[in-house]
């Protein structure tokens, strides 16, 4: 594996706060991903459909609608007793500031065509897939968005959880829409494609996500915490 076993098992506060380190850096260039999908300028991925509708209806940045999103799912995933991560909360901030400073830098202008909006949208959910790569290997939680559709899933009976995510991803697309964000045929292809792009990269970097044990949010603060012997 690419970390140390230490590391990726978080048993030290050392160990914890590396990972944190690992996660908010990945988590900025994630941002610079989401940043790149929505300069592509082709239609946004549901979730970004959604943060994007709150932020024009809202009239507000799109990293603080992000956030406000992305803690409210936060606060549903709790309810549901779902297993909260540490990096859960770093991931509802980072990536939405990440999105709103890559914006004020202006470093890719607004496509204006399929013809470079494509490129773009991809290059953007490559970034995606291997900052997603680091998150994950912190071992400190997964998003609040992927857990609240494992959440779902568990309470869905026998429905399979491919059905779920299609149906919570076209929901708040809809909604998403409704308030104004931009759907087109770059959220098909963030639907369809961002799942085997991220499959690539986690190959091409021999990592197994299914591998990694992720810290409750109630062990890592034991760890923090914990007295250091006299």
Request: hydrophobic share 50%.
């Amino acid at each position: 594996m690419f970390f140390k076993t230490d590391l990726r098992e978080n048993r030290t506060a050392g160990a914890i706060f590396m990972n944190c380190i690992l996660a908010t850096i990945s988590l900025f260039f994630n941002g610079l991903g989401v940043y790149l999908t929505i300069q592509a300028n082709i239609g946004v991925s549901p979730w970004d459909v959604l943060n994007i509708g709150a932020s024009k209806t809202l009239g507000i940045l799109y990293g603080t609608a992000s956030i406000t999103i992305a803690y409210t799912i936060l606060v549903i995933d709790i309810l549901m007793r779902e297993p909260i991560g540490l990096a859960m909360f770093i991931d509802a901030f980072v990536v939405g500031k990440a999105v709103d400073f890559f914006n004020r830098m202006n470093l890719v202008p607004l496509c204006s065509s399929l013809k470079t909006g494509i490129p773009v949208l991809f290059i953007g959910l490559v970034v995606i897939a291997y900052t997603q790569f680091g998150y994950m290997s912190a071992a400190l939680g997964c998003g609040p968005r992927d857990t609240l559709m494992v959440g779902l899933a568990k309470r869905a009976g026998k429905i399979p959880i491919g059905a779920v995510s299609i149906a919570l991803q076209s929901l708040v697309t809809f909604v998403g829409w409704l308030l104004g964000g931009p759907v087109g045929i770059g959220t098909l292809i963030c639907a369809f494609c961002a799942g085997p792009i991220m499959q690539f990269a986690f190959q091409s970097m021999h990592f197994n996500a299914t591998q990694i044990h992720h810290q409750h949010l109630g062990s890592s603060i034991r760890i923090l915490f914990r007295k250091k012997p006299a």
